[in-house]
């Protein structure tokens, strides 16, 4: 997480979080870079990117975690992938996002284009949940030249799932630069 990107929240209860505050270090946070905010009332001490997460919770009530980091495998691959988004399968490591019991599973990981208005890129990811099959929609979505969310049901589970998804776009651009 270069600088200060990205951001980490976790559920306290159905309508509160804990998320990191705008501008901050994430390598060196404190008690008071983590707010305590209420879903329906914002705390504009919160990162920009506070309503990805709020639309997360409030459409996935199962999630307890999400990090957004800026990696630079989904950061450079979300520029250059066209259309919703892309297919991942026959990686052996599908295995570590959480329901995938096969290297043969097809999952979804949705790219949005980057918006500044994070309200409306939330609603179009809201909109997006709504449509898609959730097995195989993958507990993460990346932003065009921005980076990665994944999320899990808890914080050790949403690091995975970022970790896991990181290594998985990380050799799919491998892939497509081996391949004529």
């Not at 008690?31 to 997360?56: C, G, K, Q, T, W």
């Not at 284009?113 to 309200?119: G, I, S």
Request: glycine fraction near 6%.
């Amino acid at each position: 997480m270069p600088a200060t990107s990205g951001n980490f929240s976790a559920r306290i209860d159905a309508s509160t979080i804990a998320i990191t505050r705008s501008g901050t270090d994430k390598g060196a946070l404190t008690n008071s870079d983590v707010l305590i905010v209420d879903l329906d009332a914002p705390d504009p001490r919160a990162s920009a990117e506070a309503p990805l997460h709020y639309a997360i919770y409030r459409d996935l009530p199962e999630v307890n975690a999400i990090f957004h980091i800026h990696s630079p495998a989904a950061t450079v691959l979300s520029r250059s992938v066209a259309g919703d988004g892309l297919r991942l399968t026959g990686w052996e490591l599908l295995k570590a996002l959480a329901g995938v019991r096969s290297h043969e599973a097809e999952i979804d990981v949705p790219v949005f284009a980057n918006d500044q208005d994070t309200v409306r890129l939330a609603a179009l990811a809201s909109k997006r949940f709504a449509q898609a099959d959730r097995a195989r929609l993958a507990p993460g979505y990346l932003i065009a030249g921005h980076g990665l969310y994944a999320w899990g049901t808890t914080p050790k589970e949403a690091w995975r799932h970022t970790e896991a998804l990181e290594t998985l776009l990380t050799y799919h651009l491998n892939e497509k630069r081996v391949r004529p």
